[in-house]
């Protein structure tokens, strides 16, 4: 085989691969003897069939895989001894290649492919990004001790409703039943329970007693759409059950069920403790805005070059819905993400980012004790989180999105390390305002470029038909379809 590359300037560049007939001989002829040995023809024994009609048969569609293995074996060879960083695929010329399968002494398989542009990234020229950072507000620790009090509070079923804060289950109708969180209805319905015994009843408009249609929808198990304009729901309600709740009492005893680490021993230590765990619930939204804002900053102002005119092409061979005319429409897009992938393998390599499975086990083992042991956590429970671990690890999309997430979150710690920050404090009340004014910001903006989305992960090469090959038509070089803009990490384990 004979290959012809020369370094020219620029990113784009070609390699020709002539293959003649001795190249691929030995590795047809091997096949064809495989086919014979596995063929069941009439008037014939399994593996003794002539090897003449063998030939006649089966060697067209052999000829067009041997030939296709060979130019992409070639093509993964040449990309691996010549240390070739690239992006996407190399995409066959279809001008300068020379394919007939009918007349086989000789191929020609001209390529072109895209070297991976140089990307620098020179933080002192680079303007401000904002990042938010979440302070508790006393409204929002008084309400998430409130719900803690709830939670560890001591829960009856007397006969009697007590308080317009208690919960009822009702019977209604035929055989139908419900359940009414009084603090759900407005304070004039709520009253109408209060006082009321197991086994009485309560006439009520329901539209009118619940304060949102949303309730009034939970509670007859139907979806708000579905409610009848002008129906008032009037009903005689029968309380079949009675729940009431006293809420916690904030001492020595609540702060050992709530706070199990032993850490909190009055109530300043608590509120302390509580405006921690909210800041906590905030750190992936926060961290998400924050990344994006980078990405769009980053993608502005680090000059990244791609080979338009290739990158189009490219795209068009690899998602078989694309037309020239939406491609020219949603290009920037395209190419916002393509130069993101590449700046952020820049950003991932200089500061030596990594994730592995080790990261991702120790997520999910945090995630389940926060979310499914909580205060009941102790180690004799363990085994049972090791199982579900076990378990989490074998869901791939999960495993990549945590995957990707621990990723973003390394990434943007260096980030703020590195970037330019003015920081913004507020609770969560200023950070939903926060989020809502930088969307609208965008929204009001047409001059701003789309948000960098992932680039398509589709393969550009397409099988090659076996059944009638087609002249002067090159196989796509598919051992070399690896996107190379993308992570460069620890691979993922098992």
């Known amino acids: ?97 020379q394919v007939d399968f009918q007349n086989p002494d000789k191929f020609v398989f001209a390529y072109e492919y895209a070297l991976r542009p140089e990307v620098e990234v020179d933080y002192s020229k680079l303007p401000v990004v904002k990042d938010f950072r979440y302070v508790a507000s006393d409204e929002e620790i008084d309400r ?6 709830e939670r560890y509070g001591n829960y009856t079923t007397p006969e009697v409703v007590e308080t317009d804060k208690d919960n009822v289950s009702v019977k209604y109708g035929e055989d139908k039943t419900g359940y009414i969180f009084l603090k759900d209805l407005t304070d004039k319905a709520a009253k109408k329970f209060v006082g009321k015994k197991v086994k009485e009843t309560v006439k009520v408009k329901l539209r009118e007693a619940f304060a949102e249609e949303s309730s009034l929808a939970r509670f007859l198990r139907v979806d708000v759409k579905d409610l009848e304009e002008g129906n008032a729901y009037e009903e005689e309600l029968t309380i079949d059950y009675v729940g009431h709740l006293d809420l916690a009492e904030i001492n020595e005893e609540f702060f050992k069920k709530a706070f199990p680490d032993g850490a909190v021993k009055d109530e300043k230590t608590m ?29 502005d102002n680090v000059p990244v070059e791609l080979p338009d005119d290739f990158v189009k092409r490219y795209i068009l061979v690899a998602q078989k819905d694309m037309t020239a005319e939406k491609l020219e429409a949603e290009y920037t897009q395209y190419k916002r993400a393509f130069q993101w992938q590449l700046i952020e393998n820049k950003l991932l390599e200089e500061n030596d980012v990594h994730v592995n499975g080790d990261d991702v086990r120790a997520y999910f083992r945090q995630y389940f004790i926060d979310n499914y042991f909580g205060a009941i956590y102790s180690k004799e429970m363990e085994p049972r989180i090791d199982e579900m671990v076990k378990e989490a690890m074998k869901n791939q999309d999960t495993v990549k999105q945590v995957y990707d997430m621990l990723f973003d979150m390394k990434l943007s710690n260096k980030l703020r390390d590195k970037l330019n920050i003015e920081i913004v404090e507020g609770d969560g009340q200023a950070f939903m305002t926060y989020i809502t004014k930088g969307e609208e910001a965008k929204e009001t903006a047409p001059a701003k470029k789309p948000r960098a989305k992932k680039a398509p992960a589709k393969k550009a090469a397409e099988e090659e038909s076996a059944e009638a090959p087609a002249e002067k038509k090159a196989p796509k070089a598919k051992t070399a379809a690896k996107p190379k803009a993308t992570k460069k990490s620890t691979k993922k384990e098992e």
Request: net charge negative.
């Open 1 to 97: 085989m004979n290959i012809k590359h020369e370094n020219v300037p620029g990113l784009l560049q070609e390699v020709v691969f002539e293959i003649s007939k001795e190249d691929y001989a030995a590795n047809l002829e091997a096949a064809l003897k495989k086919q014979r040995r596995n063929v069941a023809l009439p008037g014939f024994r399994v593996g003794n069939a002539p090897m003449g009609m063998i030939k006649k048969m089966y060697e067209p569609t052999l000829l067009v895989q041997e030939v296709d293995k060979l130019v992409n074996d070639s093509m993964a060879n040449f990309i691996k001894d010549n240390n070739i960083q690239y992006i996407l695929e190399p995409l066959p010329i279809e001008e300068k290649s």
């Open 271 to 299: 509120r302390e403790a509580v405006a921690k765990m909210l800041a906590q619930q905030y750190e992936t939204p926060i961290n998400q805005r924050f990344m994006n804002d980078s990405i769009e900053m980053l993608i």
């Open 144 to 149: 998430q001790v409130a719900q803690l009090r």
